[in-house]
């Protein structure tokens, strides 16, 4: 299997947040230590205790990052599409990797090696800049969503996944899931049979409706509700 990775390297990472700004020059430096790797769906990037001795950016293609429970159940943490960072405390951390990665689809990885792009870094403050407001909006992110597991029920944090998914669609009502129904579980910290019995609650009061991969929001203001904790679905 070959993988295209389109457009090229430099343009890539031009698009990464992390690297916004940067002249082309240090864009061209980063991409002389990037190392091109391609994974099939469902494939491991990384696991969990494994070092850290770099970090990646999704080239094309989704990621996962997750986590293994004692009991063998899966949390996911983050979903990671193109051109967004991954792995990326490493390069701070000398420590393994806390949680691990693998391929949601056949995918595109650039990895950074860290004693190289450490190198890179110390000779540019506005990267340092731009890799610390990254791993702060992460810092926020999981916050997020420790207290959405830990304060809301699944159709709360149901509810505000499917507003969040509404924004990154262009603020539309008609939505196509970015992953199956047993991932969405997984990353909601609850199980598929839970998760229908919600949709199908929700679809019964006309809050939304679904069709496969596609739900319609049809009760925005019962969403928001709910998903802020002011309506408990009955």
Known sequence: MKITVSPSIEQTLSRVPLFQGLSQ????EIASI???KEYRKGQLIFQEGDPGKGFYVV?????????????GKEQILHIFGP?????????????????????????????????AFVE????????????LGILSARLR?????????SLRDVAGRLS???????????????????????QLASYL???????????????????LQVDGSRIALEDRQALEELAVGLRRLA
């Open 25 to 28: 020059n240090f864009l061209e």
């Open 34 to 36: 990037v190392q091109k």
């Open 59 to 71: 080239a094309s293609g989704r990621i996962k990052v997750f986590k293994i429970s004692p009991e």
């Open 83 to 115: 051109g967004e960072p991954f792995g990326e405390a490493a390069v701070f951390a000398r420590r393994p990797f806390p949680a691990s990665a693998a391929s949601l689809e056949d995918s595109a990885i650039l990895f950074l090696p860290r004693s």
């Open 120 to 131: 890179i870094l110390a000779a540019d403050p506005a990267l340092s800049m731009n890799m």
């Open 141 to 149: 992110a999981f916050a997020s969503m420790i207290e959405q597991l």
């Open 160 to 182: 505000a996944y499917l507003i969040l998914l509404s924004e990154r669609q262009q603020g539309r009502d008609e939505l196509t899931l970015d992953m199956t129904k047993a």
């Open 189 to 207: 910290g609850t199980i598929p049979e839970t998760l229908s019995r919600v949709l199908s609650k929700m679809s019964a009061q006309n809050i």
